[in-house]
């Protein structure tokens, strides 16, 4: 293994702990954003003016709000990163990704609507207003008639449905039925509980992993009462806690890349 650091980026205590149980490698933890310098090819990373460094590996599992000079730094260092550095990036900011998704996913063929700030959005159906960079359910709002933007805000038609999280952990996937309370169901609710996997949405988060380089991703989905499917949104840092069986295979999988050579 070597001496040099394999750092670790927004995993909170229990998993890096677990994960020092499970590695030989020399781990070095930032449960919080760190600050990222560049020298001749090299990462290092550090607070407070401390730094560790040069970096061999980085994991990288947490949103931070300006987090996105950061993950550039990672791209144009070119290391190991899991998951991939230009993935991550691709995902940062959110109303862009759903862009790059368009392109990839079968099932996002949904129109949307876009207001930049300073202006008023007008429709004739209920809506949705998502903006900011937040995911389980902050930054989003229901709406009839007309919204006020204050910052790029997506717009798309408010749809009925089982709101679906198909979540990828290298080659193993899952599908959660989301449970959230009200309108607002694509969050973790009490009620989220695994089910079967869909062949098709499997096919199409496996298309998004493989597009944006991924190995850790997940994807919700609406589907409706009529069996149509329609792409929320990509999430490229998912919950990997919440289900034991979903942890184990996470802590796995970082354990077995941080292991290779």
């Known amino acids: 293994m070597p001496a ?4 670790l980026i927004g995993l909170d205590p229990p998993e ?18 760190p600050h990222a310098q560049l020298r001749a090819g090299e990462l290092f990373l550090g607070r407070a003016g401390v730094w560790d460094g ?5 994991v990288y599992h947490g949103i931070f709000e300006d987090d996105l000079p950061t993950l550039a730094a990672l791209a144009l260092w070119g290391g190991p990163c899991l998951p991939s550095a230009h993935g991550l990036l691709d995902c940062r900011p959110r109303i862009p990704n759903l862009a790059r998704c368009r392109r990839v ?4 063929g949904l129109p949307r609507g876009y207001a930049g700030p300073g ?5 004739t159906v209920p809506s949705v207003a998502k903006w900011g960079e937040w995911h ?11 919204w006020a933007a204050t910052e790029p805000t997506l717009i798309e038609p408010f749809l009925d449905g089982e709101a679906v999280r198909v979540t990828a952990i290298g080659d193993r996937l899952w599908q959660v039925c989301m449970g959230g309370d009200g309108w607002k169901k694509s969050i973790h ?13 499997a096919d199409d988060v496996r298309r998004m992993r493989d597009h944006f380089d991924l190995a850790v991703c997940a994807a919700d989905y609406i589907v409706t009462a009529a069996g149509e499917k329609h792409l929320l949104e990509l999430n490229h840092v998912p919950n990997v806690t919440e289900f034991p069986e979903v942890r184990e295979a996470y802590l796995s999988h970082v354990a077995d890349w941080v292991a290779q050579v």
């Open 4 to 7: 040099e650091p394999v750092v």
């Open 16 to 33: 890096t702990n677990d994960l020092r149980r499970r590695c030989a490698a020399r781990l070095l933890t930032y449960p919080m954003l």
């Open 54 to 58: 040069p970096v061999t590996k980085v």
């Open 105 to 108: 996913s079968r099932f996002a």
């Open 119 to 123: 202006t008023t959005f007008e429709t």
């Open 136 to 146: 389980c359910g902050e930054g989003k709002e229901r709406f009839d008639g007309t």
């Open 189 to 201: 609710g009490a009620g989220a509980a695994m089910m079967s996997l869909d062949a098709e949405l």
